[in-house]
């Protein structure tokens, strides 16, 4: 089956039309979670991110430890057409002075410890903070999912 839009977030809501409340997540903190659910706390997510000033074709930097949160704000940045990237905090300052220039970020969107860790570098305290626990919080409508049409040659990720 291929993307019509080119965006890879279509295949989860294909997943949400013909499954919607299926098991799409399963955690020991948060439970089980639908793939209504899922997508739900995206939507979630994109209304915060457009709210921010997150436009198209930014470059947002994710640093937040594994877990159950990941995956909403993954499908939201990827539905929006966003280019996300993943730096290690154990890397050397060089490669992340370089990661942060070569990929042209805008944002970083951090957790409790993304946002401690993210002070260990001026480059990155002079981009504006959104924290991932405000952006998955509050109410939000499936309908307000909006997957936005990319360039298939878009880079995605870097890593």
């Known amino acids: 089956m291929s993307a019509t839009s080119g ?3 279509e295949r989860v809501q294909t997943q949400l039309n013909k499954n919607s409340e299926k098991l799409a997540l399963w955690s020991i903190s948060q439970g089980r979670s639908s793939f209504e659910d899922v997508c739900l706390r995206a939507a979630q997510c994109q209304k915060r991110l457009t709210e921010s000033g997150v436009q198209t074709g930014d470059s947002v930097l994710l640093l937040c430890l594994p877990g159950p949160d990941v995956y909403p704000l993954l499908l939201a940045i990827l539905a929006q057409g966003l280019t996300v990237v993943f730096l290690e905090p154990w890397m050397p300052r060089g490669h992340i002075d370089r990661a942060v220039k070569v990929s042209g970020l805008k944002f970083v969107l951090a957790d409790a410890f993304g946002s401690f860790w ?5 480059e990155l305290r002079a ?3 959104l924290r991932v626990d405000s952006l998955l919080s509050g109410s939000g409508c499936i ?8 360039d298939p040659n878009q880079i995605a990720t870097i890593t």
């Not at 309908?143 to 990319?150: E, R, T």
């Open 143 to 150: 309908d307000d999912f909006n997957i936005v049409p990319v």
């Open 7 to 9: 965006n890879c977030a």
């Open 127 to 129: 981009l504006p903070l």
């Open 118 to 122: 993210r002070f260990r570098h001026s």
